[in-house]
Structure formats: structure tokens, C-alpha cells
């Protein structure tokens, strides 16, 4: 099939070259001019495992192309949006001006028996407002959310969980136009939801709800923890057997953050508001607490382990990055804790195997060191923010010898604190005693 794909961010540019994989012919469009030479030369512009392979296997064979030119769309059948919908500003909704403007830009191009597909995550009603203009030249609308997780973006686009299609009653047409487009996923069964344009779009953000409060569940169970001696570790395995509980997502910590989990939730309640629906998601408010509160708390452990005062200590952080196997730090807890300390007065220098660049265009202030032993040189402290595999697998006799004093928090609960204290470490971590 031709295919366009409209906005080649996280979203788009995955989307796009995954398409071009499977066989259709793909041309990716984004305003961002510097953004378009990148991918053009099969470079990312953000760090995503697999995602160079395939931009570059895929230009090569001549499926993908990318431009700054809307007009390029013209003959392809379907036409995916995926531009950002960031956090506003001064509050919790959405900024829906790219989608809006991917819009009112595809319509000239657009011919009767198109389909406009959205991916992009957006507030419930904004389907029905958009479609008017699509149908008003004989194309179709149709909405088709997108559960991908950075880190996994290449994998979980080519074989997704689910997929899901919002589209008017009836709309056959729009329906076998994406079968056509994911045939090779409906193939292998993946399991495919009809719906209407409203559930599509709540589908993503009630996804997202669930995962931030099921994180911020087993957080206020750490909080609880802390305050008894309980193990929130073990906590989460006893209950993660419970096949109706599950282990995933619980693993307490420094909390969520990226481009995701946190502004979907408060747009979800800013729209409920909207729509006179706001106190059965007043619940999304404490979620939202709960994972602000474990960055402070991050920060009391440390001047806790400190003595009581974090002016003047000298601060290894290591992880910068909202998870691992991203660059992204975009309301990533780790960062926010390295600024905290930064603020309050701490000497901090931060490492992280990606996403220095990326937190030095935010935090120009901090000091970025390429190593973990350039990090933990003399260090007073050393906190694991960002789960990173290497980070993990540091040798805690190794590390005894460049540090200051033998100090180790762990915001991601991801090291072994007996392996970590039979090395002469004092070990703290969120949750445990
Ligand atoms: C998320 C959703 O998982 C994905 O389906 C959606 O399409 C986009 O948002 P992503 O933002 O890539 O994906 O990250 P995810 O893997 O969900 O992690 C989100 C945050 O939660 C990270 O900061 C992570 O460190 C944190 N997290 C995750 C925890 O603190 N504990 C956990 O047990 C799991």
C-alpha cells in the first residue's frame, strides 16, 4: 500500500520505517527540516534500539522516503498522523495545535476513499471534531492508538499486543484498509478491537492511567514500608503471583516520567473536568502525588546518608534517563533528583550511557561526566537513578576503590543489597529497610 505518515517523531518515525518493513511504500513528513535530513541519512534523532537498521535497510531498499513536502502525500490511501500532543504550558491539557495543523494541512491532498488514520494521543472528542473536515472531501476517518514503549518502539510497532480501530458505525471501508496496512499482525492474531471514535481514544489513556496507578501503587506501598521496616520488593513478588495482580509495573522506585505516563494522566483528568466527569478520576491527582513524592524522597535519603546536609557533598549520580535503553529525559525523575541536589547545594556530577546530550539542552547547569568512574571519583555518594544494565551489573568492590565513602542509594531497586554490603557498602534504596 501507499502509505503517508504525518509527524516523524517517536511515534511517526517508528510507525513509518516499521510500515516500509512490512512491505508498504512509506513516505514519512515532518516540518522539522533538520529532522528530515537526519532520518533521510538513516540516522535517528533520538536513541532507539533497532531503529537506525531499519531506517537505514528500508531507505536502501527504497520503501521509505522522507520530506518537509505535505503535497507528497498525494496518492498514498492512507494517511497516518502522529504528531505530538505535548502538555500545555500553563496546565494540565493537551496542546493539540500539531494535530490540528496535520489536519487542516493533509486535507488539500487528500482523495475520495482515503483513509486519515490518527495515532496520535488525544483528549476523547477530538475524533469526532476532526472528522467533519476528512468527510467533507470524501475521505474516511479513522482512529488507531499506539501502545508503543520506548526501548521496544521497532518491536512493539511490527507486533503489537492489540490493535485497536476507532471508526463511524459501519465503516467497513476504513476497517479493511487497516487490515490491509497490519496484515502481517493480523496474520499472527493479534487481536483486533472495532470500536467507535470515543473508546479508541479513551483505550490509550485509560491504558496509561492503569499503568502510572499501578506504579503508584506499589510506591504508596514503599512509603508504607519505609515507615514499618517491610521489604516492598518482596512485598511486590508476594502479591505479583496473584495471576489477577501480575508482577509487571510494580516495581517501586523513583516513579514514572517520559513522554507519556505523566501528561496523559493529567490530560485524561483535565478533559473529564471538561466533560463534568472529573471526580471518577480524582484518583489520577494522588497517582500523580505519589510519584512526585518519591523524587523528595530521594532527595531526604541522600541527605540522610549524608549526615544531614547536602551542601558541599560531593554526588555521583548515575542514570539520567527516564528508563533504560532511552535517551529520553523528558520528566525524567532522575534528572529532577540530579537538579534537586544540584540546587541544593550538592557537587553533582551525572553520567548516563545516552542521555547526557539529551539533559544537558535542559539542565545546561549540571556537570556531565562520561563515566561511572569519573562520576564516582571521591564521591560522598553514589545514587543509581536509571536502571541501566551496566549500572546493574557494577562490581561493588571495584567501585569501593574510586569513591570517598562506601555509599550507595538505589532509586531503581536494581542491585543486590547483600552483594552491595558484604563489599563494606552502606546501601539504602526506597521501600526497603
Ligand atoms: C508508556 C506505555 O508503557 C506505552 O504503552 C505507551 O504507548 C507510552 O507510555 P513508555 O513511556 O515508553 O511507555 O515507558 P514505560 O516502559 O511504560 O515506563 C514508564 C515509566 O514508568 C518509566 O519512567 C519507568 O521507569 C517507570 N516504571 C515502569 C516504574 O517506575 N516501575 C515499573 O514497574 C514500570
Known amino acids: 500500500m501507499k502509505i503517508s505518515v504525518i509527524g516523524c517523531g517517536y511515534l511517526g518515525a517508528v510507525h513509518a520505517s516499521s510500515l516500509a518493513k512490512l512491505g508498504h511504500d512509506v513516505v514519512g513528513i515532518d516540518i522539522d527540516q533538520a529532522k528530515i535530513d537526519l532520518l533521510s541519512s538513516a540516522q535517528a534523532p533520538f536513541y532507539e534500539p533497532g531503529l537506525p537498521e531499519l531506517l537505514s535497510e528500508t531507505l536502501t531498499a527504497g520503501t521509505l522516503t522522507f520530506t518537509t513536502d505535505m503535497s507528497l502525500a498525494r496518492g498514498a490511501s492512507v494517511h497516518f498522523i502522529a504528531v505530538g500532543t505535548p502538555q500545555q504550558e500553563d496546565s494540565n491539557a493537551v496542546d493539540l495545535r500539531a494535530v490540528e495543523s496535520a489536519f487542516e494541512g493533509i486535507v488539500a491532498h487528500l482523495s475520495p476513499g482515503d483513509v486519515v488514520v490518527g495515532k496520535s494521543t488525544v483528549p476523547v472528542g477530538t475524533a469526532e471534531r476532526l472528522a467533519e473536515g ?7 476517518l479513522a482512529w488507531n492508538p499506539e501502545f508503543l514503549r520506548e526501548g521496544y518502539a521497532v518491536k512493539d510497532t511490527i507486533s503489537p ?229 551496566e549500572y546493574r551489573d557494577i562490581n561493588p568492590v571495584v567501585l569501593k576503590s574510586v569513591v570517598s565513602v562506601r555509599a550507595i542509594l538505589d532509586g531503581r531497586n536494581c542491585l543486590n543489597p547483600v552483594q552491595w554490603r558484604e563489599a563494606g557498602w552502606t546501601y539504602r534504596a526506597l521501600g526497603r529497610p
Open 134 to 140: 476528512i468527510e467533507a472531501v470524501g475521505a474516511h
Open 161 to 389: 499486543d492489540r490493535l485497536v480501530y476507532g471508526v463511524r458505525p459501519g465503516d467497513d471501508h476504513s476497517v479493511a484498509m487497516l487490515d490491509k496496512v497490519y496484515a502481517r499482525a493480523l496474520a499472527h492474531d493479534t487481536p483486533r478491537v472495532i470500536t467507535d471514535f470515543a473508546t479508541s481514544e479513551l483505550v490509550k489513556v485509560a491504558a496509561n492511567a492503569f499503568l502510572a496507578t499501578k506504579i503508584s501503587f506499589i510506591n504508596a506501598m514503599a512509603e508504607v514500608a519505609e515507615v514499618t521496616g517491610a521489604d516492598v520488593t518482596q512485598l511486590a513478588d508476594a502479591i505479583g503471583y496473584d495471576a489477577r495482580i501480575g508482577r509487571r509495573f510494580l516495581n517501586a522506585g523513583l516513579g514514572f516520567g517520559g513522554g507519556c505516563l505523566p501528561k496523559d494522566i493529567r490530560g485524561f483528568m483535565a478533559r473529564a473536568s471538561e466533560l463534568g466527569a472529573g471526580d471518577a478520576l480524582n484518583f489520577l491527582g494522588e497517582v500523580d502525588a505519589i510519584n512526585l513524592r518519591r523524587r523528595e524522597r530521594m532527595v531526604d535519603l541522600c541527605r540522610e546518608v549524608l549526615g544531614g546536609t547536602i551542601t558541599g557533598a560531593k554526588i555521583a549520580v548515575l542514570g539520567l534517563a527516564f528508563k533504560p535503553d532511552s535517551d529520553d529525559v523528558r520528566d525524567s525523575p532522575a534528572l529532577d533528583v540530579a537538579a534537586r541536589l544540584a540546587e541544593l547545594g550538592g557537587h553533582v556530577r551525572a553520567t548516563d550511557p545516552q542521555a547526557i546530550e539529551t539533559s544537558r539542552r535542559l539542565r545546561p547547569e549540571l556537570d556531565y561526566v562520561a563515566t561511572v568512574e569519573e562520576a564516582a571519583r571521591d564521591a560522598d555518594v553514589v545514587l543509581v537513578l536509571t536502571e541501566w544494565r
